[in-house]
Each structure stands twice: as structure tokens, then as C-alpha cells.
């Protein structure tokens, strides 16, 4: 059984920073990772996704260039460290993990999630 486990969330202020965690636990295949995020009345938004090797990292227009994405995979772990958080940034943030890498911007194209980590970034 695949589990994802998000930790690191937490109430910041504006311009600080925090580093998501997620582990993954029940598969033995190669497995692209994603996180999302959903704000109260928003929908699902991309955020940032990662191959397996690492080599292909793509971001969502809001995150490019405060966030970074990555994985330890001898520690079946995805990060994401979020830089220069803006009130913006407030929401519930989840972990996907999709067998097959590829549309990797639509939550529809992750098999497994976590419960996901609330972030909130006050002004």
C-alpha cells in the first residue's frame, strides 16, 4: 500500500522560509513527485513536480524562483523548500507521487497523495 506522509508545515511571516517534507513508503518502482496546493475557496494549484533521477524540475509561474523541489530517494523523501514566503503562499500544500512522469502540472495525473501540511504566511 503506497503512503505519503507530508510534515514541515507550519504559521511563518513574510519573507521567511520552511521546507516541506514527504515521505513515501509501499513502492518499488521508479515514481515521479509533485506538490500542490489548495487555498480556502481556490482550486488545486500546481506548485512543483520532480522526476525520478531529479533531472527534470518544473514549477508553477507563482513559486519560480523562491521554491525548489527535491527528492532523496535512498530516503523515499520529496522536498520542497519554499524561500521568500508571501501571505500569498497560504494554504493546505500536498505530496503526489504518479508512477509514470509526465503531465505533471495536473493534479489528474497523480495516483497517490498525503493528507497534506497547512502553511500559513502572515504579512
Known amino acids: 500500500q503506497v503512503q505519503l506522509v507530508e510534515s514541515g508545515g507550519g504559521s511563518v511571516q513574510a519573507g521567511d522560509s520552511l521546507r516541506l517534507s514527504c515521505e513515501v513508503s509501499?513502492?518499488?518502482?521508479?515514481?515521479?513527485m509533485g506538490w500542490f496546493r489548495q487555498a480556502p475557496g481556490k482550486e488545486r494549484e500546481f506548485v512543483a513536480a520532480?522526476?525520478?533521477?531529479?533531472?527534470?524540475?518544473y514549477y508553477g509561474d507563482s513559486v519560480k524562483g523562491r521554491f525548489e523541489i527535491s527528492r532523496d530517494n535512498a530516503e523515499n523523501t520529496a522536498y520542497l523548500q519554499m524561500n521568500s514566503l508571501k501571505p500569498e503562499d497560504t494554504a493546505f500544500y500536498y505530496c503526489?507521487?504518479?508512477?509514470?512522469?509526465?503531465?505533471?502540472?495536473?493534479?489528474?495525473?497523480?495516483?497517490?497523495w498525503g493528507q497534506g501540511t497547512q502553511v500559513t504566511v502572515s504579512s
Open positions: 520532480i522526476s525520478w533521477d531529479s533531472a527534470k524540475r
Open positions: 503526489a507521487l504518479q508512477r509514470l512522469f509526465g503531465r505533471r502540472r495536473f493534479a489528474s495525473a497523480y495516483e497517490y
Open positions: 509501499g513502492i518499488y518502482s521508479t515514481f515521479g
